[in-house]
C-alpha cells in the first residue's frame, strides 16, 4: 500500500512516495520555487518587495510547483500504485477566491493577486486592535496573542486596504486547503491544525469563533471553509490527476500545516518527545497533553492532527540567516556544518542573526548582532557563534512547553552535525535524526495512510 504526501513549504514543493507496509519512504521529487520556477520571480518564495515588512508569494507559484512536482514524481515511481494522498503547506498564507473558484487546476480566479505569507510582518495596527477588543481573551481563545503573520489579522488589512476585492472574495483559503481543493477539485475544509494559525479558531469547541471573525471582517465567517475532525478525508482525487498517472476517486486526507505535519511525520504526535524543525524557519514545537499557552505571548497551541493539541514556537531567522552567514564568509558546508566546530569549540561567544524582522522575541531586522567584535573573529567563531545564539535564544523562549529529555531534529540544516551537538548541549537532551529529513511529506503521507486503515 502506497501513499503519497506532499509538502508546499515556503521554498520548494516535495512529493513522497510512502510504503505503509514497511514504513517507510520510498520515493520523492521536489521543485525548488526560485530556481525552477522563475517566471513567478519569488527567488525565495516571495515577491520583492520595497517594505521589508511585507512578504507576499504569486499563489500561481504554488499551483505550477504542484504540477511540476508531480510531473517529476512520474517519472521516477509507477503513480497509479498510489492509494491516497495527504498533505501539508506552509503555515498562515492565505489565497483569495472570486465567485468562479471551481477547485480546478487552472487559475484565473483569484479575488487577490497575491498571498500574504508567515513572512509578512506589515499587521501590527491591526494586531492592536485586536488587542485592544479581546485583550488576553484571543489567546485563551485561540492559542495565541495577535500575531501579525496569522491570517486573522491579515484578512483585517486586506479587507480595510481594498474592501472592493474583499468583498469581491468568496472564499479564503489557506496554502494547505487551496492545494487540498485543487486535489479534490472542490473545496477542502481546513484542519485544526493549519486553522489554528489564523486567531479566528476557537481551540475549546475547534470551530470558527464567530465573534472574532466579526470583528476582523465584514461576513468573514461566510467565507472561511468549514473546520474538519482529525483523521477525516477530504475528498476523492479529480480526474484531472490522471495525466500525472494517479488514480482518480483515490481518497485524499484534509491538508495541515507543515508544522502539524513534521509532528505526525517525526513520530511526536504522542506526548514525551519535541520536535525541532531546521527550515527557512526554525520551529520548536511537541504534542500537549494539556492546553496551556505561553505566558510571554511568543508561542502558539495548535491542534494536532492525530487529536488534542500542539504547542509551537517559531523563528523567522532560520536558514535563510544561516545561509546568508555562510556566504558572508564564503565557506562551504563542509565547514560549516562541521568543521567550524572542530576548530573554534567552546568559545561561549554569542551572535544572534536579525536579517529579517524576528518575531520570537520581537525584534527588528538589524542584522547580526554579536557579544563580542564580529569584525575580527576568525570565520570558525562567526558560524559557531550564531548556531549557539540561534539555539540559546530557541532554548529560553521554549521553556513554557517543557523540560525534553529528547529532541527530534528535522529538517535541511538538521544534517549539520555542528547543529544537532549545540541542541545537545544547550537543552541537555538526546538528539535524534530522522532518516527522512522531509518529515512534514511523510507526515502528510501517514495521514494519508490513515484513511486505508
Ligand atoms: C509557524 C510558521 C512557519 C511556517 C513556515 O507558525 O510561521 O513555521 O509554517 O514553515
Known amino acids: 500500500m502506497y501513499t503519497l504526501g506532499i ?14 507496509g514497511a514504513k517507510k519512504a520510498v520515493a520523492s521529487a521536489s521543485v525548488n520555487f526560485g530556481r525552477e520556477l522563475p517566471e513567478f520571480n519569488c527567488p525565495d518564495g516571495f515577491l520583492p518587495n520595497a517594505d521589508p515588512l511585507v512578504r507576499q508569494a504569486d499563489p500561481r507559484l504554488w499551483l505550477a510547483g504542484l504540477e511540476k512536482v508531480l510531473g517529476k514524481l512520474k517519472d521516477v515511481f509507477d503513480t497509479s500504485k498510489i492509494d491516497a494522498i495527504g498533505g501539508d503547506g506552509q503555515q498562515h498564507g492565505s489565497v483569495y477566491l472570486d465567485s468562479s473558484w471551481d477547485g480546478s487546476a487552472g487559475g484565473g480566479y483569484f479575488s487577490r493577486a497575491v498571498s500574504p505569507i508567515w513572512m509578512d510582518s506589515s499587521t501590527s495596527a491591526e494586531c492592536r486592535a485586536l488587542d485592544a477588543k479581546f485583550g ?7 492559542g495565541s496573542p495577535a500575531i501579525e503573520r496569522f491570517t486573522g489579522a491579515q484578512i483585517m488589512k486586506f479587507a480595510k486596504d481594498d474592501p472592493e476585492a474583499y468583498a469581491a472574495t468568496a472564499k479564503i483559503h489557506l496554502v494547505s486547503s487551496f492545494l487540498c481543493s485543487v486535489l479534490i477539485g472542490g473545496d477542502a475544509p481546513v484542519d485544526t491544525g493549519d486553522g489554528a494559525g489564523m486567531n479566528l479558531l476557537d481551540l475549546g469547541r475547534m470551530e470558527w469563533d464567530r465573534e472574532i471573525c466579526d470583528f476582523v471582517a465584514p461576513g468573514l465567517a461566510g467565507k472561511l471553509p468549514r473546520v474538519a475532525k482529525p483523521g477525516e478525508a477530504a475528498g476523492t482525487l479529480a480526474p484531472y490527476f490522471a495525466k500525472f498517472g494517479l488514480r482518480p476517486g483515490i481518497p485524499v486526507a484534509v491538508f495541515t500545516g507543515d508544522n502539524p505535519a513534521s509532528l505526525v511525520g517525526t513520530g511526536a504526535d504522542k506526548p514525551g518527545v519535541a520536535v525541532i524543525s531546521l527550515g527557512t524557519s526554525d520551529t520548536f514545537f511537541a504534542a500537549m497533553p494539556e492546553f496551556r499557552t505561553d505566558p510571554d505571548g511568543c508561542g502558539h497551541v495548535f491542534g494536532n492532527p492525530s487529536g488534542g ?22 565557506c562551504d558546508y563542509a565547514f560549516f556544518d562541521e568543521k567550524a566546530f572542530e576548530l573554534a569549540g567552546d568559545t561561549g561567544k554569542r551572535a544572534f542573526p536579525y536579517f529579517e524582522a524576528e518575531i520570537t522575541p520581537v525584534h527588528e531586522a538589524t542584522g547580526i548582532e554579536a557579544d563580542f567584535d564580529w569584525a575580527s573573529a576568525s570565520d570558525a567563531e562567526k558560524v559557531v557563534s550564531v548556531i549557539r545564539g540561534q539555539m540559546l535564544n530557541m532554548f529560553e523562549r521554549t521553556r513554557w512547553i517543557g523540560k525534553f529529555d529528547t529532541i527530534r531534529v528535522t529538517g535541511g540544516a538538521s544534517r549539520s552535525k555542528g547543529i544537532r551537538d549545540t541542541i545537545a548541549k544547550v537543552f541537555g537532551a538526546k538528539v535524534e535524526t530522522l532518516d527522512v529529513t522531509d518529515s512534514a511529506a511523510l507526515g502528510g503521507a501517514i495521514l494519508a495512510a490513515r484513511l486505508l486503515k
Open 309 to 330: 493539541c500542539m504547542s509551537l514556537a517559531c523563528f523567522k531567522n532560520g536558514s535563510l540567516a544561516r545561509e546568508r552567514v555562510r556566504a558572508e564568509i564564503g
Open 136 to 142: 488576553d481573551g484571543l489567546r485563551a481563545r485561540t
Open 7 to 20: 509538502d508546499s513549504s515556503t521554498q520548494s514543493v516535495k512529493a513522497l512516495v510512502y510504503d505503509a
